[in-house]
């Protein structure tokens, strides 16, 4: 199989690149209702991973290192030897493995990975004994609905006849229910939907296709052709083998992030701020050209299909203002990073070794729901991670940073840029769990190791 790519889409800003990986099943221009915000600090480039968005889908079954490679390959390409990164569930993932390649700093939303070895033989042994599923419950679900649609997979649920009719239908139930508007116009406007090809649509009741219909005689009077129906850009089954790369989580000794992981001492600092650099001849190698920049936090025509002209078109701008988090310190030697004027100079870092490394975990409310262990995750992984910190969004869910785009983006803007103290309760996290550091100290989540 041919190595996984990336597409990045410039969003807009300036000073250093931040880069922003989204959660499975979504797509890089996710993020621009967060642009608005991130933008005043950071030139900001979304990637479309893997089978999602624009990126070519793969031909078959993948790892979880080949989908880091899609990313490092990016990385690598644009000259980035450290990384400002916002990363969201699989986004998440790949930005703390990317920590370990090209340390740098990160704030990484309710990452899809095990924080200890312990999960891992916990996992081993249940499958072993047959308590786990042999298949990954998340892709049994994703395929679930391509195969209850029909019809080869396209079914009457799965198509729209506009943008409109998709917000409109999948805005009435969760989890999109609970998505900020400006979100959810972002997430299926902006890159969530594509037309339907010919093969299959009218099988499955979706109207007629926009392709000629054979059996038209001569002195037949055309109609007028219509529009395309449309469906999600990422198939169920890329996002369910997607699901299955990273199917158990993966694990790394994740204490090695804030030392500057495998790189080690020769990683070399994150640069200073300043514009990014520009891409590299292999950058056509690893990543499809990058869409245009527009105005920041802005649809641009190109990233709308069949949106209109009409209010609330290409509307992804600032959403409304959310619930603030709690900040807990969690962790021991890491450096400083990020300093409140703006990106770490060259030589800051922690330890000691030149690496400017600065982690932020940050999750929502625990919940028993499908996706609710990764908050307590979370939580535990910032407790691994010498020096990291831990952020909790309390009104917030697994899909927080489409439930509040501007929330997020303030405190992840504030942690990269050094000032997030102050926000919330701060307490020492790893050997020191559980000993209060700043006011309030006591009443913040309990960290576990």
């Known amino acids: 199989m041919p190595r996984?790519?990336?597409?990045?889409h410039e969003l807009g800003g300036t000073g250093p690149l931040l880069l922003l990986l989204h959660a499975n099943g979504f797509h890089g221009r996710v993020f621009l209702p967060m642009v608005p915000t991130?933008?005043?600090?950071?030139?900001?480039?979304?990637?479309?991973?893997?089978?999602h968005g624009d990126a070519p889908a793969p031909d078959g079954p993948f790892t979880e290192e080949e989908l880091v490679a899609a990313v490092v390959d990016f990385a690598d390409a644009r000259g980035l030897r450290g990384a400002y990164c916002l990363g969201h569930s699989?986004?998440?993932?790949?930005?703390?493995?990317?920590?370990?390649?090209?340390?740098?700093a990160m704030f990484?939303?309710?990452?899809?990975?095990?924080?200890?070895?312990?999960?891992?033989?916990?996992?081993?042994?249940?499958?072993?004994?047959?308590?786990?599923?042999?298949?990954?419950?998340?892709?049994r679900m994703a395929r679930k609905r391509q195969a209850s649609a029909g019809g080869g997979g396209w079914g009457v649920k799965a198509l729209y006849p506009s943008v409109a009719a998709a917000k409109a239908s999948l805005g009435s139930k969760p989890p999109f229910s609970a998505f900020a508007p400006q979100a959810l116009h972002a997430y299926l406007a902006c890159g969530g939907l594509r037309p339907v090809t010919a093969q299959g649509p009218e099988?499955?009741?979706?109207?007629?296709?926009?392709?000629?219909?054979?059996?038209?005689?001569?002195?037949?009077?055309?109609?007028?052709?219509?529009?395309?129906?449309?469906?999600?850009?990422?198939?169920?089954e890329a996002e369910a083998r997607v699901y299955e790369a990273l199917d158990p989580p993966p694990w790394r000794p994740w204490e090695r992030v804030a030392g500057g992981g495998a790189a080690g001492a020769g990683a070399g600092p994150l640069p200073p701020p300043?514009?990014?650099?520009?891409?590299?001849?292999?950058?056509?190698?690893?990543?499809?050209p990058a869409s245009a920049p527009g105005p920041a936090g802005a649809c641009c025509s190109r990233c709308c299909p069949g949106a209109g002209s009409g209010a609330g078109a290409g509307a992804c701008g600032r959403?409304?203002?959310?619930?603030?988090?709690?900040?807990?310190?969690?962790?021991?030697?890491?450096?400083?990073?990020?300093?409140?004027?703006?990106?770490p100079g060259p030589g800051q870092g922690g330890s000691g070794r030149g690496v400017a490394c600065r982690v932020c975990v940050a999750a929502g409310a625990t919940n028993a729901g499908v996706h609710g262990r990764l908050a307590a995750m979370a939580e535990e992984l910032a407790t691994v991670i010498p020096g990291a910190v831990f952020m909790r969004f309390p009104s917030l869910h697994h899909l927080g940073p489409m439930e509040?785009?501007?929330?997020?983006?303030?405190?992840?803007?504030?942690?990269?840029?050094?000032?997030?103290?102050?926000?919330?309760?701060?307490?020492?996290?790893?050997?020191?769990?559980g000993r209060g550091t700043g006011a309030g100290a006591g009443d913040g989540p309990q960290s576990r190791l």
């Open 4 to 8: 996984l790519s990336v597409v990045a």
């Open 38 to 51: 991130l933008s005043q600090h950071f030139c900001c480039v979304a990637l479309d991973l893997p089978g």
């Open 90 to 104: 699989l986004g998440g993932c790949m930005g703390l493995m990317l920590q370990l390649a090209r340390p740098g």
């Open 108 to 139: 990484l939303y309710e990452p899809v990975v095990f924080p200890t070895r312990g999960y891992v033989r916990r996992y081993a042994a249940a499958r072993a004994a047959g308590e786990a599923q042999r298949e990954s419950a998340l892709a």
């Open 203 to 236: 099988a499955a009741g979706a109207g007629p296709s926009p392709v000629a219909r054979p059996g038209a005689g001569p002195g037949t009077i055309p109609g007028p052709t219509p529009a395309p129906a449309l469906t999600l850009a990422c198939s169920p």
């Open 274 to 288: 300043q514009q990014p650099p520009a891409p590299s001849a292999a950058a056509a190698a690893s990543a499809a």
């Open 319 to 343: 959403a409304a203002a959310g619930g603030e988090a709690t900040v807990v310190a969690a962790g021991g030697e890491g450096g400083p990073g990020p300093t409140a004027g703006g990106g």
């Open 404 to 433: 509040d785009p501007e929330g997020v983006a303030r405190a992840a803007a504030a942690f990269l840029l050094g000032r997030q103290g102050g926000q919330g309760q701060e307490r020492q996290g790893g050997a020191g769990a």
